[in-house]
């Protein structure tokens, strides 16, 4: 059974960074792409960022220019570096992993909670 994993959530001011982890467990092969999901409470799960393969990144237009995505050296893990954080960024973060370039995201975590306080 695949089970991804997320960490490095908490409590910041605006203007300070986090970085999120992720780990894919229970899986043979290297995930096609991984990415960010978040929550916000009220609202729906929206897109934060996504990787395919090594490099070919795509981002919400809210946080471009101050998130960075990125896949690990270990096999499927991805990281998310935010800095410059607002308090609309506010929510439940979610790592998720596609097994191939014609699937969808069906793998999903428990998710991170970030909290930016003004």
């Known amino acids: 059974q695949v089970h991804l994993v997320e960490s490095g959530g908490g409590l910041v001011q605006a203007g300070g960074s986090l970085r999120l982890s992720c780990a894919a467990s229970g899986i043979g092969t290297s995930l096609y792409a991984m990415g960010w999901y978040r929550q916000a409470p009220g609202k729906q799960r929206e897109l934060v960022a996504t990787i395919a393969g090594r490099s070919s990144t795509n981002y919400a237009d809210s946080v471009k220019g101050r998130f960075i995505i990125s896949r690990g050296d270990a096999k499927n893990t991805v990281y998310l570096e935010m800095n410059a954080l607002k308090p609309e960024d506010t929510a439940l973060y979610y790592c998720?992993?596609?097994?191939?370039?014609?699937?969808?995201?069906?793998?999903w975590g428990q998710g991170t909670q970030v909290t930016v306080s003004s």
């Open positions: 998720c992993g596609q097994q191939d370039p014609f699937g969808t995201y069906g793998y």
